[in-house]
Each structure stands twice: as structure tokens, then as C-alpha cells.
């Protein structure tokens, strides 16, 4: 079992940085592809970005690409998205998850087992 934890979500202008983090608990999870996906109501969760279990491979959707990083620190069992040039559009719940399905980048939604509760990210105009 994994239980996620996310933080740091907040209100930021646009064009400017918020950094969001995940607090995982569970002596497995680095064995786990950890991703980042966001919800704006009425729409479904959309996938933003993945990292795989040995922090070797990273994923992007198109719409944060170049803007956003994610990172992981296995020893800390924690999950970090740097998001830098923020827009309007990128304001949404924030969600960290973990797959024990896979190791590498997966981005579905069913392929990831565990969720952090959420982190509301706010980008002004």
C-alpha cells in the first residue's frame, strides 16, 4: 500500500512559478512510476506528467512541455512538479499518483493505482 499526500498548490500570477510536491508513504514506492495529472470541473483528469521508478525516463503532455518539470527523490519517497511560465489555463486540481502497474511512463488514468488528494493551483491573468 501507498498513501500520497500533495502540497504546495496555491495562487500565482501568470507567467509566474509554483512548485507542487508529493509525500508518499510506503517502502515500495520507488519501485513505482510516479505522475502528476490535473481536473478542472466538469472535465475529466487529464495526464500532465510522468517519471518512471528509477527516475530515468520523464513524459510530458504537449501542454506543459518545456514549462513544467517532474523529479522524484526516492530516498524521500517524494514527487516534485516544478511548473514555471503558468497560464490561466493551467489552473486546476493538482494530483499526484503512483502505478504499481508499471515502472516506466505510463499516463492513463486506470494505470495508476494509488492518488494523493489533490492541490489547488491557481494562475491569475
Known amino acids: 500500500q501507498v498513501q500520497l499526500v500533495d502540497s504546495g498548490g496555491g495562487l500565482v500570477q501568470a507567467g509566474g512559478s509554483l512548485r507542487v510536491s508529493c509525500a508518499a508513504s510506503?517502502?515500495?514506492?520507488?519501485?513505482?512510476?510516479a505522475g502528476w495529472f490535473r481536473q478542472t470541473p466538469g472535465k475529466e483528469r487529464e495526464f500532465v506528467a510522468v517519471?518512471?521508478?528509477?527516475?530515468?525516463?520523464?513524459y510530458y503532455s504537449d501542454s506543459v512541455k518545456g514549462r513544467f518539470t517532474i523529479s522524484r527523490n526516492n530516498a524521500k519517497n517524494t514527487v516534485s512538479l516544478q511548473m514555471n511560465s503558468l497560464k490561466p489555463e493551467d489552473t486546476a486540481i493538482y494530483y499526484c499518483?503512483?502505478?504499481?502497474?508499471?515502472?516506466?511512463?505510463?499516463?492513463?488514468?486506470?494505470?495508476?493505482?494509488?492518488w494523493g488528494q489533490g492541490t489547488q493551483v491557481t494562475v491569475s491573468s
Open positions: 499518483a503512483a502505478s504499481a502497474q508499471y515502472r516506466y511512463t505510463p499516463t492513463r488514468v486506470s494505470d495508476f493505482d494509488y
Open positions: 510506503g517502502r515500495t514506492f520507488s519501485r513505482y512510476a
Open positions: 517519471i518512471s521508478w528509477d527516475d530515468g525516463a520523464t
